[in-house]
């Protein structure tokens, strides 16, 4: 159950507090923060704590200051045990050398003050357990086991099957999960929350659980996930948790920015001119600025960019700008974080590599350059400017388009009101949960009840049902007959009789050890034209695994300059049709754009209501620019583009909203038909609606259709007549019906394919290593497409095959959502127009020339905007005459 923490008086901590950690602090620091007033004496008095602040906002000294005070008070009696106090939990192995450091200075300090007083203090241990730990190093915390441990999911999860260790876990006191925003919506974070507990079982007493997370939302479930349930009396209650939401402290200096006056009537020179001539001029009156792109690819661009055209501020006999992203290895990763602590450099451009609690030391300028995609993600990103509490984060999203302009300036209003939107936090994930009833089984012998109910303790399995419980058994049993015939064995026995179950064989531990994990393996996948049998392969390049999955037989991607058809794929080559007339239906890009997310959308479609509310009052251009001066923060330059934005689009077609959903039909130049729904619902959700109604249109039609998706809307298109509109009513009588629906819709495609490898790798049915030796992402898949087809014939309920369709539908798309919208059309709170236009109108130019942006240069693309724009202009002079 979650309670507010109370701000505490500062004389209850100074009196919890030892001499020695008291003198200690206060020479390091003037005051408690407001961080430690809410939560240092919670710890201190063993009480579960989410403690949820901005980033530099003294979280981790918070969770630790009790905890080395406690430390403190037993090394000065002599009655430090041989044993684990501790464990503190990251994502990140950089940011737990960072934890290490930050702990062993003021231990040392501590230390050197007892000396000085002539106190006799036992020493405190720390060490950091992760994959790059030497084996010695890890024999030695066998014998002198760390007081405080610092791990990673995976390292945890493996100290949790290893038996010698497992003894120094017999009292922990405390564990700390940091960055707990970044675990708890994705399968690393569902991996762990079932470790916690497994972790609980193993103490003899229960350890206080400290979260430690940026500003998040919905901060009451992320308590739930943090402390789980406890039966009482045959009966699951939540655990109580306190709650420290200190997010209404730190100060921001938040602004949009546009390096050009008109964001349209332009050219290409004048936007890369201004652009860059704006990042340099940032760079420049600012000691060290941090740039976020979004993409790898960009940041690399960013920088040979400005190097070029300021070879004088970055092109020194010493580098001033560096790049960092998730390709470069890790000694150069390493070398940049060094360098910007040191202050050595002016600017770091990254893709999304720095946006958690890594130390940088001192920055005090954060560049977005293209919207975020969500108000977390923007206060996290500007929260790593002036990163002590007390700092102002100073933060400039810079953006080249109007769709951009509209939903970066929404996006702050939002940011800067508080209103954060919500993560999804992955439940009842069967790979996952396979993985780690292997590792209890490895453990020990369990009675199946037993098991069950401490699966149950966890937030992210309190819903488990029986049946999946079971069905997982099964698998890991070896139950399912046919699976032995494609090497996949028993992993577990399972007797009925007694209820109990245990490990198989004498490798289960090395197996569970060298494949523990659930980020999935990825690489490149060759792209090679499909020739009859007698020719040789011609291959073209790669692409990444990722841009496959999003690929449906039919689509035209670019790459190298030219058009090539996807036809299908095999292990991991992509085979493809060289002699395509059609444009691209889908950009190189799209696979590393983060999805905008659905509580921001629906701020958006909220904004785009009230405009259209004014103009349908016939409100001036004054009263709409006034109003768009008091809702949101623009300049005078940003406040004329969206009245114009808006004004063109009201005039020449209608504007969409969270009441109304617009089709928009029109036929290109080569008579192909299009129909553009403005569904502005964030591209997870967009991906749902587009796969289903195309699904239900194809169906009606016998014709494949294509689709275009981004987070403003989805278009279908085909040369032959489609029934949308049919489809989409047929959708939204049946809301319930869309899982069903987009289960058969996703059957045959590839992100089915690459998924059902990924559930299948995490829940041990592939193993990526045997006996010492890798098996490569090649050969994974290989065995991946004949697994598939077993266990489609075995069964369609086989447990990986269930989790496979959850993950696409809940985690890649989002089905609660987009059945919500679907719900709202049938209650008449959402209504359908449809309109006909020579041209599409201007909310979905970005839609429409999304796919051709690789084969249209720059220049091409800015002259197409301009003509269409032009001719928009035409239509609404023709009509206003």
Sequence with gaps: MKTQAKLRDKKEILLALDPLVKEWFFSHFKEFSLPQLYGVMPICERKNILISAPTGGTKTLTAFLSIINYLIILARKNELENKVYCVYISPLKALSNDIFVNLEKPLKEIKELAKKKKIKLQNIRVAVRTGDTATKAKSDMLRKPPHILITTPESFAIILTTKKFIEKFSTVEYIILDEIHALACNKRGTHLNLSVERLEELSNIAPVRIGLSATIAPIEEIAKYLVGYAKQDDKWKEKNCLVADVNFVKKMDLKSLSPISDLIDTTAKEMQQGLYSLLDELIQKHNTSLIFTNTRSATERVINHLK????????????????????????????????????????????????????????????????????????QRTGRAGHR?????????????????????????????????????????????????????????WNVEELLNLIRKSYCYHDLSREDFLSVLSYLAGEYSGLETKHVYGKIWYDLKTGELGKRGRLARMIYMTNIGTIPEESFVTVVIAYPKDRKEEKIGFIDEAFLERLKKGDVFVLGGYKYQFLYSKGMKAYVNASVIRPPTIPSWFSEMLPLSFDLAMAIQHFRKLIDDLF??????????????????????????????????????????ESKLLLERYKDENDKSYVIFHSLYGR????????????????????????????NGFFLASYSPMQVEKALKLLS???????EILEQAIERTEVFKRRFRHCATRSLMILRRYKGEGKSVGKQQLKSHFLLAAVKKISQDFPILRETRREILEDLMDIKNATEILKRIKDGKIKT??????????????????????????ESKIEFLKRMHQKILEKISQKMD
């Design 308 to 379: 070029e055209m300021f070879p004088k501020n970055y092109q020194a006999v010493e580098e001033t700008i560096g790049a960092h992203h998730s390709s470069l290895s890790k000694a150069l990763r390493f070398k940049i974080e060094q360098q910007l602590r040191e202050g050595k450099l002016k600017a770091v451009v990254t893709s999304t590599s720095l946006e958690l609690g890594i130390d940088i030391g001192y920055v005090d300028l954060v560049i977005l350059l293209g919207s975020p995609k969500s108000v977390a993600r923007v206060l």
């Design 389 to 445: 509490i007390h700092n102002i984060s100073k933060g400039r999203l810079v953006v080249l388009d109007r769709d951009d302009l509209v939903e970066c300036s929404v996006m702050l209003k939002e940011a800067l009101e508080k209103k954060i939107d919500k993560i999804q936090i992955p439940t009842c994930c069967l790979d996952v949960l396979a993985q780690q009833i292997y590792g209890m089984a490895i453990q020990k012998k």
């Design 616 to 657: 349908r009052k016939n409100k001036s251009e004054r009263e709409i620019k006034k109003f768009i001066n008091s809702y949101l923060y623009l300049d005078k330059r940003a406040i004329n583009a969206i009245y114009n934005y808006f004004y063109e689009q009201y005039h020449y077609a209608k504007i969409p909203h």
């Design 684 to 711: 997870r959700v967009n991906d749902a609606l587009s796969r289903a109604v195309a699904y239900i249109a194809g169906k009606h039609g016998r014709r494949d259709i294509e689709i275009g998706i981004n987070d």
């Design 733 to 739: 009588e049946k809301p319930e019906a869309l899982k």
């Design 833 to 858: 127009e449809v309109i006909y236009n020579d041209i599409p109108s201007p909310f979905s130019f970005n839609l429409i020339t999304q796919g051709h942006a690789d084969l249209l240069k720059i």
